[in-house]
C-alpha cells in the first residue's frame, strides 16, 4: 500500500488536518477553531494546547483508518514559542501574539536586548542588522513573548527545560525529540544572528539561548519517529516519521521557489497578514532600510527571504464588516466604474493600521478621512461618526480595495521589487478580483499573476514531508518536476490612471512613511 503523508497546519483561527498521497493529491482535510483560553486575573489570550492536542491526535487517528500515513509534517503560525517543562509539557501560558503590553514593555524589552551592544548603539537598527528582525508591535516579535513570560510569570519560566518554536513544540509532542529549525527561527524573532549563525546576544540575555535546541535544522530533514504511546493513541504505525516542521508562509512560498529556478518575484501570501516575499541570493539590508518594517526569513532551501508584512486581510475583513454594517448591503467587489472617480476625486481614504505597529506604517493610526476630515476608526466603531462614504457600498469597496494596493505597493518596494520582478497573488485575496487588477495597474510593466494553489500553505508542508518520506538524494530540489503551478496573469484594471496621484495623497495623509 502507497503512504500517505498526513500535513497538521495550525493558523491563528482554524485549524487543520490535511491527507496527501504520494502525488501530492489532497485526499481529505479536517478542519475547526478554537476559543482562547483567559489567563490570570488580566484574562490574557492563550492558546489551548491541551485541547488542541487531543482534537488532532482524535483527527489522525479517524483519517488513518482511511488512508495509510506513513509521514506527518506540521506547518503553524508565526510568532509563538512554547516553554516545555521538565515532565515534557507547557510549563507556561503560550500566550497570543496579538496581546499589547504597552510602550513601557517595548521599552524595558529594548534595555534588555540592547545591554550586550557597544555603548552608543542604535538598538533597534543595530539588532534589525545582525538578526533580520525589525521592531513590531504587541508580541509580534517572539522574543518580547519570552520576555513578557519573563516578567509576568518569572516561576514558570525559571522552571522550563526547553524553549521550543511553534510547530518545533508540536513535533516534540508527536516525538519526544527536540530541535531548532530554520524557517522559523529566523523569521522577526530577535533570536538568531543571521551573521554568526547562532543563537543571539538577545535570547542570551533572556536566558533562552541554553534552552533552545542547535544547530537550526532544515524543514524536510526526519525529526523523529511517532513516539510509541502517542502512535496509539493516534492509531498510526510508531514507524510514521515526522518532519521538522515549517513556518505556514515559508510553506507556501516553497512550490514557487522549487517551480521558479532562475525567475525573480515575489510571493504576496494573502490572508489575515499579507506577507510579501522575495527570495535572495545573500543577506544584507539596502543603504536607509533599517528602522523600516522589513526583515529577512530563510526559505526552506535555507536561504535568505527579504519580507515585507502587513495585516490586510484583517483590514479588509474590520472595514468590510462597518462598510456592510453602514450601507445595509454586504461587502463586494463594486466593480471597475467605481474606480476612476475615487483615484481622480482623492477625496476619501481609508488609512491604517487596525493593530497599530503591525505593518508598513507604524505611526499611522487607523481611520478614515473624507474631504479632509478624520473619522477615527474606533469612533466609527462606536457609532460616533461616520464618513458618508461608508454609505456608499460600491465606492467605500473602492476605497478600501486602493488603501490595500497602497500598502501593498509599499511593501514590495521594501522587499526589493525590481523592473523584471513578478509578483505572485496567493490565499484570500486572490479571489478579489479588483484587488489584484488595480494591483497590476500599480505596477505598469511588472506582471502579476495568480496562483491555482487552493491550499498552498499545506501543500508546501507536503512537500516537506515527502521529501523525508523518499529520503532521495535530491532533497526538496528533486521534487520540482512532480508538481505543476499555473499562473495565471491579471489584466490591469482600466480607468486606474490616477493610482499614482491618489498613491502620493495617501502617504502625504500617514505622514510619508511608505517613501
Not at 503560550?94 to 499589547?100: A, F, I, N, Q
Not at 539588532?127 to 508580541?139: C, D, H, N, R, Y
Not at 468590510?320 to 477625496?347: H, T
Not at 500599480?442 to 508542508?461: K, N
Request: charge should be neutral; hydrophobic fraction near 45%.
Amino acid at each position: 500500500m502507497k503512504r500517505a503523508i498526513a500535513v497538521i497546519d495550525i493558523g491563528m483561527t482554524n485549524k487543520k488536518v490535511a491527507v496527501y498521497d504520494e502525488g501530492l493529491r489532497c485526499l481529505d482535510a479536517v478542519s475547526r477553531s478554537f476559543e482562547p483560553l483567559p489567563v490570570g486575573d488580566e484574562g490574557l489570550p492563550a492558546h489551548d494546547l491541551a485541547g488542541m492536542e487531543e482534537w488532532l491526535l482524535e483527527r489522525l487517528a479517524e483519517l488513518g483508518r482511511r488512508h495509510a500515513i506513513g509521514a506527518i509534517a506540521v506547518a503553524t503560525h508565526g510568532a509563538t514559542m512554547v516553554l516545555v517543562g521538565p515532565d515534557g509539557r507547557p510549563c507556561a501560558p503560550c500566550l497570543y501574539y496579538t496581546h499589547e503590553p504597552g510602550p513601557e514593555f517595548h521599552e524595558r524589552f529594548y534595555r534588555l536586548a540592547g545591554a550586550r551592544l557597544p555603548p552608543g548603539a542604535r538598538v533597534r537598527e543595530e539588532l534589525q542588522a545582525v538578526t533580520g528582525t525589525p521592531e513590531l508591535s504587541a508580541m509580534i516579535n517572539p522574543a518580547k513573548g519570552l520576555f513578557f513570560l519573563k516578567e509576568r510569570f518569572p516561576a514558570e519560566y525559571a522552571r522550563a527545560a526547553r524553549v521550543l518554536s511553534y510547530p518545533q513544540y508540536w513535533g516534540f509532542r508527536l516525538t519526544g525529540r527536540a530541535a531548532s529549525e530554520g524557517t522559523y527561527m529566523c523569521c522577526h524573532t530577535y533570536l538568531w544572528d543571521q551573521l554568526r549563525e547562532r543563537f543571539s546576544s538577545v535570547a542570551e540575555a533572556l536566558g533562552a539561548a541554553a534552552k533552545m535546541p542547535s544547530p537550526l535544522r532544515p524543514s524536510w530533514e526526519v525529526l523523529g519517529k511517532l513516539e510509541p504511546s502517542v502512535a496509539a493513541r493516534a492509531g498510526l504505525s510508531p514507524e510514521t516519521i515526522v518532519t521538522m516542521g515549517i513556518h505556514d508562509s515559508n510553506a507556501s512560498l516553497l512550490p514557487h521557489i522549487l517551480k521558479g529556478r532562475g525567475r525573480d518575484f515575489i510571493l504576496n501570501s494573502t490572508g489575515t497578514w499579507c506577507v510579501l516575499m522575495h527570495p535572495q541570493e545573500g543577506y544584507g539590508f539596502e543603504p536607509g532600510e533599517l528602522g523600516k518594517v522589513v526583515f529577512f526569513n530563510r526559505s526552506a532551501l535555507m536561504k535568505p527571504v527579504k519580507t515585507a508584512i502587513f495585516l490586510g486581510g484583517m483590514e479588509y475583513e474590520t472595514w468590510g464588516r462597518l462598510i456592510a454594517e453602514a450601507s445595509g448591503r454586504p461587502a463586494a467587489d463594486p466593480g471597475a466604474l467605481a474606480y476612476p472617480a475615487v483615484l481622480e476625486e482623492r477625496s476619501a481614504f481609508i488609512l491604517p493600521e487596525v493593530v497599530p505597529g503591525s505593518g508598513q506604517f507604524p505611526g499611522s493610526r487607523a481611520r478614515a478621512v473624507e474631504a479632509g476630515r478624520e473619522y477615527a476608526l474606533d469612533d466609527i466603531k462606536a457609532g460616533r461618526a461616520m464618513p458618508p462614504f461608508l454609505r456608499d457600498e460600491r465606492r467605500a469597496m473602492a476605497v478600501l480595495n486602493a488603501s490595500l494596493v497602497v500598502q501593498t505597493t509599499v511593501a514590495l518596494a521594501r522587499a526589493g521589487l525590481g523592473k523584471g520582478t513578478e509578483v505572485y497573488t496567493e490565499g484570500g485575496f486572490r479571489k478579489n478580483a479588483d484587488y489584484n487588477a488595480l494591483l497590476a495597474a500599480a505596477l505598469g510593466d511588472r506582471a502579476v499573476y495568480l496562483t491555482d494553489l487552493a491550499e498552498a500553505t499545506a501543500f508546501g508542508a507536503a512537500l516537506t514531508a515527502l521529501a523525508a518520506l523518499e529520503g532521495g538524494p535530491g532533497g526538496l530540489e528533486g521534487l520540482a518536476g512532480r508538481f505543476d503551478v499555473d499562473y495565471q496573469r491579471v489584466d490591469p484594471l482600466p480607468g486606474a490612471a490616477g493610482f499614482e496621484a491618489y498613491r502620493r495623497a495617501y502617504l502625504a495623509l500617514v505622514g510619508g512613511a511608505g517613501e
